[in-house]
């Protein structure tokens, strides 16, 4: 079945630590993004790549960073984690930006 | 830069009453606009979209029309059943901003919808 998958699905990890959460998708989408969701605050870009080799910053990218080697494969890092990174973070993808697909989400917790 | 404003939450209803949640914009150019909803411990669907000025999304009894002179996006229902609580998400996306953020979804906060029997 077509579409992206992400993981870990959840985890709890301690503040200072360094995680990668990772996102493949299988469509052959060009543009791809990492949303994280807050209460109260909706869906806010942290990182984006319009195609295979360039990334760019959203909204909130500090303290995350990106890569896209190839199409299927956009990872988001955690270089040192804290405790404001606590969130529900979601993979997208695009091909001509009229429909969007969304991962299921990771579900972080930092301690 | 673009922008979208829901109308507060929650909003609580009874099974079978009339849904109206309020979604207004700001965009550079001639956006695309989503409603998109998130059941409890899912992912986000979309609901229904509309590309261009006075089309109207519908879906699952759920209807929006996109209103350039009023920068708008509602959604409605005529008669909503307890299934429909959910989270519901207003967004936009702009195909050409620049090149620098090509089709990047805008979201709104978000309202969080109950309806009980």
């Known amino acids: 079945i077509a579409g992206i998958t992400q993981a870990p699905t959840s985890q709890i990890l301690a503040a200072g630590r360094r995680m990668t959460l990772r996102c493949t998708q299988d469509m052959r989408h060009n543009a791809m993004y990492w949303y994280r969701q807050d209460l109260g605050l909706g869906l806010r870009l942290i990182h984006y790549s319009n195609t295979a080799g360039t990334t760019g910053k959203g909204e909130v990218p500090d303290g995350y960073s990106v890569s896209r080697a190839n199409t299927d494969d956009f990872p988001l890092t955690l270089a040192s984690a804290v405790p404001s990174q606590t969130s529900v973070y979601f993979c997208?993808?695009?091909?001509?930006?009229?429909?969007?697909?969304f991962g299921s989400g990771t579900r972080l917790t930092v301690v | 830069g673009d922008s979208v404003t829901q109308m507060e939450g929650p909003v609580t209803l009874s099974e079978e009453a009339f849904l109206t949640i309020n979604c207004t914009y700001t965009?550079?150019?001639?956006?695309?606009l989503f409603w998109y909803v998130q059941y409890p411990g899912e992912g986000l669907q979309l609901l229904l979209k509309a590309t261009k000025a006075d089309d109207k999304g519908s879906n699952k009894g759920f209807e929006a029309t996109y209103r350039k002179e009023t920068t708008s996006f509602h959604l409605e229902k005529g008669s909503v059943q307890v299934s429909d609580s959910a989270v519901y998400f207003c967004a936009l996306s702009e195909i050409n901003a620049g090149g620098t953020s090509y089709g990047k979804l805008t979201f709104g906060q978000g309202t969080i919808l109950t309806v009980h029997p």
């Open positions: 965009a550079t150019g001639y956006p695309s």
């Open positions: 997208a993808s695009t091909d001509r930006g009229y429909g969007y697909t």
